[in-house]
């Protein structure tokens, strides 16, 4: 009885668990595979001499997306849609940085997600580049309004950009815990615990 209780709470555990996210691809080692994008914004291999941004980390992996690389306009912009349960919370998760600088450089980037019907604006955060070419972890909650959800990073640099590029990696989203499930995993707990006390 116990180790079949052992494999309900497990069982629940890997419910309330499977939020390893509908983002595809959002380490984009796979280039921009299952991303959209427009204007200045390309994939750039950490490590790579030809990319001036060399040296600089990558947070997943070694392929990152580069905004505005060399002196190009800041005018890009990346998208994908993905599969949302309408009403659910979830969260947004990603790196972003400035390479090739001490100080943000004018380096920023919007994140904004958008409802089903591609317009409506669910939530959106604007980030600047971090110090030292590092990436920095950022993160905002949105309320899915539908069975589609979109998440956009676009560009926001200030300056002429030049040796300095918006860089981005580790994009995710995961769903946030119902307290429906919280109240279930913690009764199936409870319940493990009392059984266990009684064998
Ligand atoms: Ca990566
Ligand atoms: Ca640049």
Excluded: H
Excluded at 40 to 69: C, K, L, M, W
Excluded at 117 to 131: E, F, N, P, R, W
Excluded at 166 to 174: A, F, K, R
């Amino acid at each position: 009885m116990f180790v079949k209780t052992l494999f309900a709470a497990a069982a629940l555990f890997a419910t309330v668990g499977a939020s390893a996210g509908p983002i595809l691809n959002g380490n984009f080692e796979a280039g921009l595979t299952s991303w959209n994008k427009s204007g200045n914004v390309d994939i750039a291999r950490i490590g790579n001499s030809s990319y001036f941004g060399a040296g600089n980390p990558a947070q997943n992996g070694s392929n990152v997306v580069a905004f505005n690389g060399g002196d190009s306009t800041p005018n890009g912009s990346i998208w994908q849609s993905f599969v949302t349960t309408t009403r659910a919370q979830y969260t947004v998760n990603f790196d972003f940085g400035a390479t090739s600088c001490t100080s943000s450089c004018g380096q920023s980037l919007l994140a904004s997600v958008f409802g089903a019907d591609g317009t409506t604006l669910l939530a959106s955060k604007t980030v600047a580049g971090g110090s030292n070419g590092a990436l920095g972890s950022f993160s905002f909650n949105f309320g899915a309004n539908g069975t589609a959800t979109t998440l956009r990073f676009s560009d926001l640099a200030t300056n002429r950009t030049v040796s300095i590029d918006g860089v981005l990696d580790n994009v995710s989203v995961t769903a946030v815990p119902e307290p429906a499930s919280l109240a279930l995993l913690s009764l199936g707990l409870v319940g493990l615990v009392a059984r266990r006390r009684r064998a």
